[in-house]
């Protein structure tokens, strides 16, 4: 084979891998990203060592470093947080018991059984993964209004630690401003008793030669 045919070959190969990169990164970028499965490429309920395989096999492919897709980091990153996700026990657990309550919700509204044909149909895998977005949606927004709540309680908390705080540090200073101004206060008095002692001596020596002239 002659060299010009070997690196129109090479040539292709590389287009090839570009596309396949690039055809991934849009597809990690465009899977719901609360459904960490999704991101990763898997159905619920595979063993941790395919969740490794799998994130290190996609991670090899688009990262940013083996690719110039401009889009890549953001994949790259969106397909980690997946794998973080599913390597937690709690998040995983709550993840998969949605995907169940999802699944759960449809039987219930097509008054489906466990054993129903219609369960194993593509239509109705559709439709589950339309419904367990739902779900997540719905927990997602339950989870932030939680989280709302919780730091507007943690506010009011604060400010009322705070007000304490204040109250305690207003007492400490009257405390202090009322120890140092004891000698003002008792010199104070002390020329206050030693007047009324002086007016009264007087008065009584003014009486006394009233009382003699008459």
């Not at 401009?70 to 973080?84: E, G, I, T, W």
């Not at 996700?85 to 018991?97: G, N, Q, Y």
């Amino acid at each position: 084979m002659a060299d010009d045919e070997l690196d129109a070959l090479d040539s292709l190969e590389r287009e090839a891998s570009e596309f396949t990169k690039d055809a991934e990164i849009d597809r990690i970028r465009n899977a719901f990203s609360l459904d960490a499965y999704a991101v990763l490429d898997l159905q619920p309920g595979v063993p941790e060592r395919d969740i490794k395989i799998q994130y290190r096999k996609k991670s090899l492919l688009i990262h940013p470093d083996k690719t110039s897709n401009p889009a890549a980091p953001d994949a790259f990153d969106r397909l980690k947080k997946a794998q973080v996700s599913l390597l937690d026990e709690k998040a995983r657990a709550h993840l998969d018991e949605c995907i169940a309550d999802a699944r759960r919700l449809l039987i219930r509204e097509h008054k489906y059984t466990l054993d129903s044909p219609e369960l194993k149909t593509e239509e109705f895998k559709k439709e589950w993964r339309k419904m367990t977005v739902k779900v997540l949606v719905d927990e997602e927004a339950r989870r932030r209004r939680q989280m709302k709540a919780k730091m507007q309680e943690e506010g009011r908390e604060q400010r009322k630690e705070d007000e304490e705080l204040e109250a305690r540090k207003r007492k400490r200073d009257a405390d202090k401003e009322w120890e140092e101004t004891r000698d003002e206060r008792i010199g104070s008095w002390r020329n206050w008793q030693k007047g009324k002692k002086d007016k009264g001596a007087e008065g009584g020596k003014k009486k006394k030669k009233l009382k003699v002239l008459g």
